[in-house]
Every structure is written in C-alpha cells, then in structure tokens.
C-alpha cells in the first residue's frame, strides 16, 4: 500500500516515524513522511520518500512567541500559547498534507496533525489511523500529559482529558473547515469531528510500550499501546571518532541534552550543568540541541546530534529534558535517568520514569537555580547500582516487544479489504 505517514513538530515527533516507516517499508509497503522540508534528511536516510510541509519548527521557537513558552510556569500556560502559535501554523500545512494524501491509499497520522489530517482522510474517502506518542486519550487513570502530573481525581482527570482535546480541535478548526469546502464537502464544526471519530471507534495506535504507561483501563475501543518505534539508525553509523576518544579517556560519562526546548539563557543553564556534574565527580558529555548548550574542558564533550542508540549505552546515566522520544531512548539503554522536564509531556514522562525505580526523580530545568539538585540526583543515579539493575532488566523486557508489527498487521488487513473489493484474491 502507498502510506502517507503525517507528523509536525520537533525532531522528536518525526525521528520515531523514520523507524516505524522503515518496518513498514521493509514489509512491503510504500512509504511517504510527510513532514517539515527540514527534516528531509533525517526521513530520506531512512530510505523513505519524503513530502515537504512549510514551516521550520526550531525557527519559530526562536521568535518572541516560542522564546515565551518557557516563561510560562504552568502546564496549562505552556499548553495556551503553543496552541496560539499552532493556530498562525497550521493553515499553511494542509495544501501540502492535502497533495500528499492524493497519492496514498491510507494516512497515518501523528498525535500532531491528527484533526486536520482526519479531514483530509474523510474528504477524499481514504482509511486513516491515529499514530500517537502520548497517550493523549481522556481517561480517569491520569491527567493529560501535556498538562503536566497534577491529579484532578479520577473524574476531574477524564474531564481535564476532554478539554485538551476540544482545545487541539480548535487549533484546526478553521483549516479543516476550508479544506472540506475545497473538497465539496459540507464544513463540520469540530466537536462533530470529534464526535464522529469516537463513535467510529476511529484507530489509534500508540508507540509507547505497556510496560511503561498502562493501557487505561477506561479508554475505548480502537485505542492500543502497541510498543515504542525506535529511530531509524544506519547499520553502518559510528559515532565520531573524538566522541569515541572521549570515552576511552575515562570512566562513563553522563549524557545532557535538552533535545528542542530553547531556553532564553543557554550560558548559565550550562555553567548549572557542568558545575553539577563536578560536583558529583562525573564527565560529562553535552549535546548543544536546540538551546545551543555547550561545556568546555577535558572532562566535558559538547557535541550536536548523534544516534541515540550508539551513545546512550555507553553512558553511566543520561539528563534529558524528558520528551517521549528521549524518554524511550535512555530506557530501551538500560541507563538511569535524570529528568529535566521542560514543557508539555516531559512532567509525566519524568514521573514514569520515577515510578518504574529508573529515576531518583526530576530536576526541573525552571528551578535549576543552582547546581546542588542537580549534583544531588546524579550522585543518586549513578552511585545507587539498584537504578542501573532495574533500568537495565527493563531494557531487556523492552527489546522483546515489536511496536511495527501492529501497525503492518493493521495496513495488511486493509490491503486485504481493497483487494476483496476489486475482486482480488486476498
């Protein structure tokens, strides 16, 4: 089948659909990311076709609107203002999301795109299935990730749940509306979208495994959680031979990166971090990311991306800002975790992270005000073998787990559906 495979947003919204992609791709499938023109290197290393949308998601964290999503201290803050800066967005991405679904026979779309890539799925008659990474479905079992780890009681929770996703649903509200005129169709508003969805028990497939984030209970029919999609890396890919140096001068290090988050002084974030992990005797080694971190000396390494799944191994412990993407690559290493959760998700990601005994738990990066925290729960991290061992057997329970397979099986059933009805042999 020809897959068109839709995400937007930062690195980590794209870089787990390139090795989702690729098993799909490996199955016998066609397929297309579609996603922002500068990512097409990341996709296309994969071996996948790639589908330019407008749009540079680290420049517009650059602007005064993006630079403003850090000074917002609570989840629901964060969550405003990032919503009114996707509304500037999003029209400008449905012609290009639009073109690529012409040429496809099913879309798969992120978590990201989903309320507007559904409209387009509808107006040109093609199936479609959600392929989240947060478990962003309104549930009494937890508050909505991206609102942080606040408990508003189990119904308070569900409600909190439903609220976020009319607030994403306004985000393309006005989009869809024009791309269903454009298509012929009567405009919806979009709580009729959204109802429509439900009652269709419209699929959801979501790439985090169950070890870490159980199915909830209450969730309807059609929602899964079906294992983690690891980035797509080249069986040949090394890491650089200075960072190979790096390691063999001394003990393991410890891995820092923020990932996309910017934050509006990255001199002092990275004079707290270095201070901390001298103070708690550890090398570092510092990914400059999108806040342009950097640390000097022959105990430090500053260095910009690099495979995951080359470096993390290697590392006594790893101080992320805890997105889902890097949350899953420091468990599927098996290394103890510190979180420095920024914005959204990162909150609950750091509290899985606690609860599965990987973690000794989050240093948030807006109280980072000193290096003594820090230095504290790296000192814990890597000086405690018991968070090695348990990050280390739920590595090995993680590598078990297959989170393509679902998905093929999924498109496989549907290429089944079309061959019966052009009548074809299934």
């Known amino acids: 089948m020809r897959v068109a495979l839709i995400t937007a947003g930062s690195r980590g919204d794209v870089a787990p659909f390139t090795g989702l992609g690729h098993g799909l791709a490996l199955a016998g499938h066609?397929?297309?990311?579609?996603?922002?023109?500068s990512f097409a290197g990341l996709v296309r290393e994969a071996g996948l076709s790639f589908h330019?949308?407008?749009?540079?998601?680290?420049?517009?964290?650059?602007?005064?609107?993006?630079?403003?999503?850090?000074?917002?201290?609570?989840?629901?803050?964060?969550?405003?203002?990032?919503?009114?800066?996707?509304?500037?967005?999003?029209?400008?991405?449905?012609?290009?999301?639009?073109?690529?679904?012409?040429?496809?026979?099913?879309?798969?779309?992120?978590?990201?795109?989903?309320?507007?890539?559904?409209?387009?799925?509808?107006?040109?008659?093609l199936p479609s299935r959600g392929v989240y990474l947060q478990p962003i479905a309104p549930t009494r079992a937890f508050p909505p990730?991206?609102?942080?780890?606040?408990s508003y009681g189990g119904a308070g929770n569900r409600l909190a749940g439903h609220a976020v996703n009319a607030?994403?649903?306004?985000?393309?509200?006005?989009?869809?509306?024009?791309?269903?005129?454009?298509?012929?169709?009567?405009?919806?508003r979009s709580t009729a979208r959204r109802r429509h969805r439900e009652r269709q028990n419209w699929p959801v497939h979501h790439g985090f495994s169950p070890l870490v984030v159980t199915r909830p209970a209450d969730?309807?029919?059609?929602?899964?959680?079906?294992?983690?999609?690891?980035?797509?890396?080249?069986?040949?890919?090394?890491?650089?031979?200075?960072?190979?140096?790096?390691?063999?001068?001394?003990?393991?290090?410890?891995?820092v990166g923020l990932g996309s988050p910017t934050v509006p002084d990255p001199e002092r974030v990275s004079d707290l971090i270095v201070r901390a992990l001298r103070r708690a005797g550890l090398r570092g080694v510092i990914q400059s990311g999108w806040s342009g971190l950097r640390a000097d000396g022959d105990d430090m390494l500053t260095v910009g991306e690099?495979?995951?799944?080359?470096?993390?191994?290697r590392m006594a412990a790893v101080v992320h800002h805890a997105g889902a993407g890097t949350t899953a690559a420091g468990l599927r290493a098996g290394v103890p975790a510190v979180p420095m959760p920024v914005w959204?998700?990162?909150?609950?990601?750091?509290?899985?992270?606690?609860a599965l005994g990987v973690s000794p738990g989050p240093v948030p990066l807006r109280r980072l005000t000193a290096p003594e925290p820090l230095a504290a729960a790296l000192t814990a991290a890597t000086g405690d073998p018991a968070?090695?061992?348990?990050?280390?057997?739920?590595?090995?329970?993680?590598?078990?787990?297959?989170?393509?397979?679902?998905?093929?099986r999924a498109l496989d059933d549907l290429d089944d559906l079309d061959d019966l009805g052009r009548g074809r042999p299934a």
């Open 30 to 37: 066609d397929v297309t990311v579609v996603t922002h023109e």
């Open 52 to 125: 330019g949308l407008p749009v540079d998601p680290r420049a517009e964290l650059r602007t005064e609107h993006g630079r403003r999503l850090l000074t917002s201290r609570s989840g629901p803050g964060k969550l405003a203002r990032v919503l009114s800066m996707a509304r500037r967005l999003v029209g400008g991405m449905a012609p290009g999301m639009l073109a690529a679904a012409r040429a496809s026979d099913v879309l798969l779309l992120s978590g990201s795109v989903a309320p507007l890539g559904h409209a387009v799925a509808e107006g040109l008659g």
């Open 145 to 150: 990730p991206v609102l942080g780890t606040r």
């Open 167 to 188: 607030a994403l649903d306004l985000v393309f509200d006005s989009a869809a509306r024009l791309l269903e005129r454009e298509l012929g169709h009567r405009p919806r």
């Open 219 to 255: 969730w309807r029919p059609g929602l899964t959680t079906d294992g983690y999609w690891w980035p797509y890396t080249s069986p040949t890919a090394q890491l650089p031979p200075r960072v190979h140096d790096f390691l063999a001068a001394g003990p393991a290090p410890v891995f």
């Open 306 to 313: 690099l495979p995951h799944s080359l470096l993390f191994p």
């Open 344 to 354: 959204f998700d990162g909150a609950f990601w750091a509290s899985r992270l606690t």
């Open 387 to 408: 968070y090695r061992h348990r990050a280390a057997a739920l590595a090995e329970r993680l590598r078990k787990e297959d989170g393509v397979a679902p998905v093929c």
